[in-house]
């Protein structure tokens, strides 16, 4: 039995095998950790929630996915956007995370990463208009900001260069859980 658990929350359209997120269970895989995958169980009056009860429907949703038992660093929350409602849950359990393209416009997900103790690290591009690096640079030293990138982490050109920053984001996923998670 391991001692190290991820758990994969999706976006609202990006789910856990969308290479973002797929790239960061990897990582976490290879370093012996559990993956756990959350899938969405779809709600057609979501767009019309307010931030708390948008909170409140990935807490509920996510919460399920938690294994028993496991405290601090045995558990790493992996989310991306949406997914990144459940920072409150991370922040109240003490749990470091990955935050991909967390929404940094919304009062309730940047409350709960100031309240996080544990170490996470947010992903994000400065075209995503989701995104804020100054808030960002505030909450953590653990960043990675990639110039041009969207809100889904593609930049302008070629698709190589997007797949380029697909490698910056999985490096940086991989620093982080050797140098700061599992250490």
Do not use: C
Request: hydrophobic share 50%.
């Amino acid at each position: 039995m391991t001692s190290r658990h991820a758990v994969i929350v999706p976006g609202g359209e990006y789910g856990p095998q969308a290479p973002l997120l797929m790239f960061a269970g990897q990582a976490a895989e290879r370093r012996g950790a559990a993956v756990r995958p959350v899938d969405w169980q779809r709600r057609e009056d979501a767009v019309a929630l307010s931030e708390a009860e948008l909170e409140a429907w990935v807490i509920g949703q996510v919460s399920p996915h938690l294994p028993v038992g496991v405290a601090g660093s045995g558990l790493l929350f992996v989310g991306k956007s949406l997914g990144t409602h459940a920072a409150a849950l991370a922040a109240e359990r003490g749990h470091p995370a990955v935050w991909l393209t967390p929404l940094l416009q919304y009062r309730q997900v940047v409350e709960a990463l100031e309240r996080s103790r544990a170490p996470f690290l947010l992903v994000g591009g400065t075209e995503d208009r989701l995104w804020d690096g100054d808030v960002a640079r505030r909450l953590t030293p653990h960043v990675l900001e990639v110039e041009g990138a969207d809100h889904g982490m593609f930049v302008p050109g070629r698709l190589a260069a997007s797949a380029a920053v697909l490698g910056q984001v999985a490096t940086a996923v991989e620093n982080f859980l050797d140098e700061v998670v599992w250490v």
